[in-house]
């Protein structure tokens, strides 16, 4: 294969392959580390690709790339928590960076990211990588991926060709999104010259508003790529943002991908969409019950399962996962037949100390901060223990393992609690038929979460509950203290 201007006819092209995944609550007080990358991914050179190859993950997608030759440079990620300290992210980049610069001849770069990273010193993490990545390879295309809930700002845009995020929440897609881009690059390794248009309103809006098959999301995309298609675009995203990181880039983001000489065609795509998005702001107001009312309402329901979203405690948005308004609520009520998970590492190691079948009497959750509720008593009974690892079959990430540490299951008079030693997002359905729980057979299933639950319990619910929980998420993401303001960013094309 010939690329433009690299050499002879037999000169295969050679694409690096960097990953940097992390959303960032900025108001957790849970700091991220090596620590945190190690048990989730962190993986160099060829280690990087069977990792991900047969997974339904973005790289998976990258896996599939055809006509040029991968390269895997190095690939972090870590559950959402707090701003990543100095010494990681440092460590981080100096592995990519000492990676990229050892691989030899580069002509193009596929890029993991959320979009949506802080860290110590590191505003926007997203635009110095892909700055690291630009200054390495020249020239060539970069194309990157991004999460729905990117935080984008104009140096990421101006320093990739090319960014594609997720189109759908919960993330089911981020497998074929890796796969688009992989072809994608791969045009642009055969003479296609494409740039990315990126426009922001400074919108903080709560992640439940945002589920790509409900409105106003639904037909704001649909209506967005109507506008794209007739003026010749080649993509257009929407991307909710993530509301609970405090820094400026934060908001609503349309991003469209065009044909050089399109430049003009993509700024009006990407300025009537903001418009658009603009007029329909009203429609993302989100109204939820407080945990009493919340915990009586699922009591009532005859639609079961019922899954009550702990949102204020939402571990894919960064807290911590031992919030304990729900459980206070469900034991007060007396409810049975529920389950509720919690991250506690001390009560986890404990259970599995005493073991399956001994009684424990302990203080659980609220321990990481004030934020999320005081612990509560539990008495009970251990009735299973779990190393806490399994492999997903479900949509979010396919065929990846996962562990969420030591586990114990209590019984609590009719309260299943599910103890964690880490706190795991509730993505999978594994999480719970892992140790031995049906979630179909429940009465009350809570989800520490938003939207994403849905890629693990969607298909059970009978009704669904959303609570005004108290914690560093909370549905209205302006009564956080903000020390930098949301910028508007005009349309632009770098």
Not at 408 to 427: D, K, M, S, Y
Request: proline content about 5%; charged content about 20%; overall charge negative.
């Amino acid at each position: 294969m010939l690329g433009p201007g690299r050499g002879t006819p037999d000169m295969t092209d050679r694409v690096a392959i960097v990953g940097l995944w992390h959303e960032t609550n900025t108001y957790s007080t849970r700091v991220t580390t090596m620590a945190d990358f190690t048990a989730m991914e962190f993986a160099v050179g060829e280690s990087l690709i069977s990792a991900n190859i047969g997974t339904g993950s973005v790289i998976g997608g990258f896996c599939t790339a055809a006509g040029y030759d991968l390269v895997p440079i190095a690939s972090a990620a870590a559950w959402p928590s707090g701003p990543t300290d100095a010494h990681s992210i440092t460590t981080l980049l100096n592995t990519i960076e000492s990676g990229l610069r050892a691989a030899g001849r580069l002509d193009g770069a596929l890029v993991n990211l959320h979009g949506a990273m802080v860290a110590e010193g590191f505003p926007d993490v997203e635009a110095s990588l892909l700055g690291i990545v630009r200054r390495t390879i020249g020239d060539g295309p970069v194309v990157a991926v991004l999460d729905l809930h990117a935080n984008t700002s104009l140096e990421s845009a101006t320093a990739a060709d090319v960014l594609i995020s997720y189109d759908t929440y919960p993330h089911v897609d981020m497998f074929e999104r890796g796969c688009e881009a992989a072809v994608t690059i791969g045009e642009m390794l055969g003479g296609r010259r494409l740039r990315t248009a990126i426009g922001r309103r400074p919108l903080l809006l709560c992640p439940l508003s945002m589920g790509s098959d409900d409105e106003p999301m639904r037909s704001l995309v649909a209506r967005g790529r109507e506008r794209a298609d007739a003026a010749g675009i080649s993509r257009i995203s929407i991307t909710g943002g993530f509301p609970y990181s405090d820094v400026t880039r934060a908001g609503v983001t349309v991003t469209a991908v065009y044909d050089e000489g399109l430049a003009g065609a993509a700024r009006r795509v990407v300025a009537l969409t903001l418009d658009d998005i603009e007029a329909h702001r009203s429609a993302f107001r989100v109204d939820c019950d407080p945990p009493d009312a919340a915990v009586r309402r699922a009591l009532q329901s005859r639609n079961l399962p019922v899954v009550l979203v702990d949102v204020g405690d939402n571990i894919g948005g960064g807290t911590a996962g031992d919030g304990t308004a729900l459980l206070r609520e469900l034991i007060a009520q007396c409810a049975d037949q529920t389950v509720v998970t919690i991250a506690d590492r001390d009560v986890a190691v404990h259970a599995h100390q005493l073991g399956v079948g001994a009684n424990i009497d302990v203080d659980v959750g609220g321990k990481t901060d004030t934020l999320h509720g005081a612990s509560v008593r539990i008495s009970g009974r251990i009735i299973r223990l779990s190393d806490g690892c399994y492999r997903t079959k479900g949509s979010w990430m396919t065929g990846r393992e996962f562990s969420m540490g030591r586990t114990a299951v209590i019984e609590v008079g009719g309260v299943l609690v599910v103890v964690t030693e880490t706190p795991t997002p509730p993505f999978h359905g594994e999480q719970l038929s892992s140790v031995g729980i049906d979630a179909a057979a429940c009465r009350i299933i809570t989800a520490k979460g938003a939207i994403a639950w849905k890629a693990a319990f969607g298909d059970v619910a009978g009704e669904v509950i959303h609570v005004d929980s108290p914690g560093v998420c909370p549905i209205d993401p302006w009564v956080l203290p903000r020390h930098h303001t949301p910028q508007s960013l005009e349309p632009s094309t770098p």
